[in-house]
C-alpha cells in the first residue's frame, strides 16, 4: 500500500461526478438558528440568553464587537423570510426556538405568550406553504437565569430542560413533526465550558466538558422518552439530536498509530455523544480507555470521565429516530507523542489535527472545504451506528464569493448513497447569512446576501441560490444533454468500413 497525498485523496473525491435524481421524498431544506438570525433580543417580553449577556459587553471576543441584538432581524421579518423558502420551493426549513423568548427566565412560570405567537406564525407560514418544520428546541442559547444557578454544570438542568421540551411538544407537536432537542453538544461542552470560547466561557478543561456533556446526554435522553410516552402516538413524529459531525482522514495510512489517532478523533468528536444514543449507552471505549490512562498520569484515583449506571445506560440507548448531522470540514490526523504533558486539557486527545483545504489558492475563513469528507463521512456513519436514516441538518462553507462548484462536489458525493447504500433522507444548507457567533459578521454563509449595514436588512439571493433552486427543481443532477446517449438505427444503405495508410501498415516479409 502506497501513502496517498493530499492531491491524489481529492482527485480520488472528484474523480466521479453523478448524475440522477435522488428519491422522491427526499427533504432538501435550508437551516438557521434563533440566535443568529431573529434579532428582537429584548423585544416582547423576551428573557435575555447567555450570548445577549456575553456579546453585549466589551472584549467578549466577537470581531468588532459585534452581537446578535438585530440579526437579521427575523423577529419583526417573517414574512420576507417566509418569501424567500417559498421562492427556493424548498421541501423543510430547519430553524430553532429560543428558550428565553418562550421562558424568559428558562422555567414555565415565565411564559411569553407574545414569544408563541412568533412561533405558531412561523410553523403556520411554512405549512401553507407545503415546508416542513424542522425544529430545533435548544440550540446554545441558555437563558441567562438558568446559567446564574450553574448552567448545564448543574444536574437540575436535566428536569428543566426536560420541562422545556415538555412545553414545546404539547404546543408545537400537532404541527411540528420532526424534533431535534439540541444543536451540536460536543461544541457546547468543549468551547463552552472546556476552552472557554463561547459562553458561559468557562475554561475547566480537564472536567467541566465531560461533566457537562453526561448532563447534556441524560437531558437529550429524558425528553426524547418523555415525547415516547406522551405524544408520540397522537402525534407521530420524530426526534433526534443534531451532532457536529467533521470527518477525520489518518495523515499516513501506513502508520498505524495515525490510524488508531483517526478513529480515536471521530470518538472523541463523534461518538462522544452518538455512541451513548445509537450503541450502547454508554461512552465509546476509546474515549474512556484514553480519559482513564491521562487521569491515571496524572495521580487521581479514578478517570474525569463520569459513569452512566446501568440504569442510565438503558435511558439512553436508542433515544434516537434518525441522525442529523451537522458538517462542515474535514480534518488530517496524526498520532503525537510526549509532545502534551499529562496535565495538559489537550492530553485526553493525544492527537494533532490540520484542515484539509480543498481549494490550495483559496482562503475561505475559518473552515475549509472538503467536499469528497462528505461520502466518506456518512460510510462511517452507516458502519459505526447501525445504517441508521440520516440528515445532512447544516453544511454550507464560509467564502467571500461564491462557490458553487462546493455545493456540486458536496451534494454529487451525497448523492452516492445510491451506489454505498446509505439511507440520506434529507440535506440543508444555510438560507441566508448571519451572525455567525464567535466569528460575528465576517463570513457569509448563507444562499441569501443580507445587508446588515441597511436597518431593513434587505436579503438578496446569491448565484448559488439559484444553482440550489435548480437541484431542489430538477431533484439532482439531470443527464446533461450533450451526454445522453441517442439511441436508433442507421440507414439500410449505410455503408460501415475501416481504413488504413500504406505507410502506416506493417510490410510482411
Not at 484 to 494: A, L, P, S, T, V
Request: proline residues 5%; contains cysteine; aromatic residues 14%.
Amino acid at each position: 500500500m502506497t501513502t496517498m497525498t493530499i492531491t491524489e485523496r481529492h482527485r480520488e473525491g472528484k474523480q466521479m461526478y453523478h448524475y440522477g435524481h435522488f428519491s422522491q421524498d427526499f427533504l432538501w431544506g435550508v437551516s438557521s438558528s434563533a440566535y443568529q438570525i431573529e434579532g428582537g433580543y429584548n423585544q416582547d417580553g423576551k428573557g435575555p440568553s447567555v450570548w445577549d449577556v456575553v456579546s453585549n459587553n466589551p472584549g467578549s471576543g466577537i470581531p468588532e464587537d459585534v452581537n446578535g441584538n438585530d440579526a437579521c432581524d427575523s423577529y419583526n421579518r417573517l414574512d420576507e423570510d417566509l418569501y424567500m423558502l417559498q421562492a427556493l420551493k424548498v421541501k423543510s426549513y430547519r430553524f430553532s426556538l429560543s428558550w428565553s423568548r418562550i421562558f424568559p427566565n428558562g422555567r414555565r412560570a415565565s411564559l411569553n405568550q407574545k414569544g408563541i405567537d412568533y412561533y405558531n406564525r412561523l410553523i403556520d407560514g411554512l405549512l401553507a406553504r407545503q415546508i416542513t418544520p424542522m425544529v430545533t428546541i435548544y440550540h446554545w442559547d441558555l437563558p441567562q437565569a438558568l446559567q446564574d444557578i450553574g448552567g448545564w454544570q448543574n444536574v437540575e438542568m436535566i428536569d428543566i430542560f426536560n420541562d422545556y421540551c415538555d412545553f414545546c411538544f404539547a404546543t408545537f407537536g400537532d404541527r411540528v413533526k420532526f424534533w431535534m432537542t439540541m444543536n451540536d453538544p460536543q461544541g457546547l461542552a468543549w468551547l463552552g465550558y472546556g476552552t472557554g470560547r463561547i459562553p458561559p466561557k468557562i475554561r475547566e478543561p480537564g472536567t467541566a466538558p465531560y461533566q457537562v456533556a453526561h448532563n447534556l446526554i441524560k437531558a437529550h435522553a429524558t425528553a426524547y422518552h418523555t415525547y415516547d410516552d406522551k405524544y408520540r402516538a397522537s402525534q407521530g413524529g420524530m426526534v433526534s439530536i443534531a451532532l457536529n459531525a467533521e470527518w477525520v482522514e489518518p495523515k499516513d495510512i501506513n502508520v498505524p498509530r495515525d490510524l488508531v489517532a483517526a478513529d480515536r478523533a471521530m470518538q472523541f468528536n463523534v461518538g462522544w455523544f452518538a455512541h451513548p444514543i445509537f450503541k450502547n449507552g454508554d461512552y465509546p471505549e476509546a474515549l474512556k480507555a484514553q480519559v482513564l490512562v491521562k487521569s491515571e498520569l496524572q495521580g487521581l484515583k479514578q478517570s474525569r470521565l463520569p459513569s452512566f449506571t446501568d440504569e442510565e445506560k438503558n435511558l439512553i440507548k436508542g433515544t434516537a429516530d434518525m441522525f442529523c448531522a451537522n458538517h462542515y470540514t474535514s480534518r488530517l490526523v496524526t498520532h503525537v507523542t510526549g509532545a502534551l504533558s499529562p496535565a495538559s486539557y489537550l492530553s485526553d486527545w493525544d492527537y494533532q489535527e490540520e484542515e484539509i483545504l480543498d481549494q490550495p489558492t483559496t482562503p475561505i475563513g475559518f473552515t475549509r472545504a472538503v467536499s469528497f469528507g462528505m461520502r466518506r463521512l456518512l460510510n462511517w456513519i452507516k458502519a459505526e451506528y447501525g445504517d441508521p436514516d440520516i440528515y445532512i441538518t447544516e453544511n454550507s462553507v464560509a467564502t467571500p464569493r461564491e462557490w458553487v462548484q462546493y455545493y456540486k462536489q458536496t451534494l454529487t458525493n451525497i448523492f452516492s448513497y445510491e451506489l454505498d447504500g446509505v439511507k440520506v433522507k434529507g440535506y440543508a444548507t444555510y438560507l441566508m447569512d448571519s451572525f455567525q457567533f464567535l466569528y460575528g459578521y465576517l463570513f457569509g454563509y448563507g444562499l441569501h446576501h443580507v445587508d446588515f449595514n441597511n436597518p431593513n436588512r434587505p436579503r438578496t439571493p446569491k448565484f448559488s441560490a439559484h444553482f440550489y433552486y435548480n437541484i431542489i427543481k430538477d431533484n439532482g443532477f439531470p443527464l446533461p444533454e450533450d451526454e445522453k446517449m441517442i439511441y436508433g438505427e442507421f440507414k439500410k444503405d449505410f455503408i460501415w468500413s475501416s481504413a488504413t495508410a500504406s505507410y502506416q501498415v506493417k510490410k510482411l516479409t
